[in-house]
């Protein structure tokens, strides 16, 4: 199972909330789930901050998902 960040939006009733989770793919690069939460950038050094910081700003370059691109539990 492979996984990346990506941006996914959460609709509600009146609003929608946008976040950057890990995201989770089958086996044939389907979204299978992603983390309950969204996720930040952390890092033992400013380095590993920052390229956690490009490796995590990839997600914007990418379409949104929603709850409706998921195939499995979340």
């Known amino acids: 199972m492979t996984w990346n960040y990506r941006v996914v939006r959460l609709d ?12 989770y793919y089958d086996n044939d690069g389907k979204p299978a789930s992603r983390t309950e939460n969204p996720v930040g950038c952390v890092g033992v050094d400013m380095q590993e901050l ?7 700003s990839v997600a914007f370059s990418k ?6 691109d998921f195939i499995g539990e979340i």
């Open 12 to 23: 509600y009733e009146d609003e929608s909330e946008y976040g950057v989770y890990e995201v």
């Open 50 to 56: 920052y390229d956690s910081f490009q490796y995590m």
């Open 63 to 68: 379409p949104t998902l929603t709850e409706k």
